[in-house]
């Protein structure tokens, strides 16, 4: 339906789909796309890369796929090259990849929104019990399980400054009273992303972002909301 058609009156998505045709037509053995949906909306983009899978599954043709979109990465599944400033830095699938960020500025690109980054202090309580303190308050003393601890930090002098990063989805918000090891916070915004709502709230003079959990109110700029953190 698109032969009749002049380039210029086609879609994005049409154009991308009609220059790939014409290289499947080719019968390669491998497609390198360097970021073809860069102009698209997240709504296109996520239509077309679900139809790219869907083409690339049946014609069973390898991909190597130039983003720096990472939901596009965890659309196409499969394992992902983190390249930062001209350099491979490390390799596997997204949910690895945010797992155990190679750095800190790794972690920051892999998190959508935006990652909380605080200061903390780690306390060795016991060779197997480690408590989180947040924020120059020291609030709040969150138990960390010992197999989270990375091993290069059981063994330095404690407490010591560091920088921690908390994805937004691992910090639940309710409107539930807090418990021990909760932020508990005053909403400044909510906004959707990804079809998830997220709320940001004010906590120890720090601003933190935060995955609202179904089933929960949609809370009102002022109100106060828990966090829990995963």
Known sequence: HLLDRLPRALTLPEKLFTALARLLVRQPKLLLLDDPMARFSARMREFAMQKLM?????????????????????????????????????????????????????????????????????????????????????????????????????????????TAGVYPQRLRCTQEHGVEGTLRGVVSGCFESGGNTYVRFKNGGMEWTGLLEPGTRLPMAGERVTGLLL
């Open 54 to 162: 869907q083409i690339q599954t049946r014609l069973d043709i390898p991909f190597v796929y130039s983003t720096a979109d990472v939901h596009q990465v965890e659309i196409a599944g499969g394992r992902a090259l983190l390249m930062m400033d001209g350099n491979a830095v490390q390799c596997g699938t997204v949910e690895e990849l945010r797992r155990c960020p190679v750095n800190l500025k790794a972690a920051r690109f892999l998190s959508h929104p935006s990652l909380n980054v605080c200061d903390v202090q780690l306390d060795m309580l016991s060779e197997k019990e480690a408590v989180l303190y947040f924020g120059k308050e020291q609030s709040p003393a969150l138990p960390v399980h010992w197999e989270n601890v990375p091993p290069a930090l059981r063994t330095r002098p404690q407490p010591d400054p560091l």
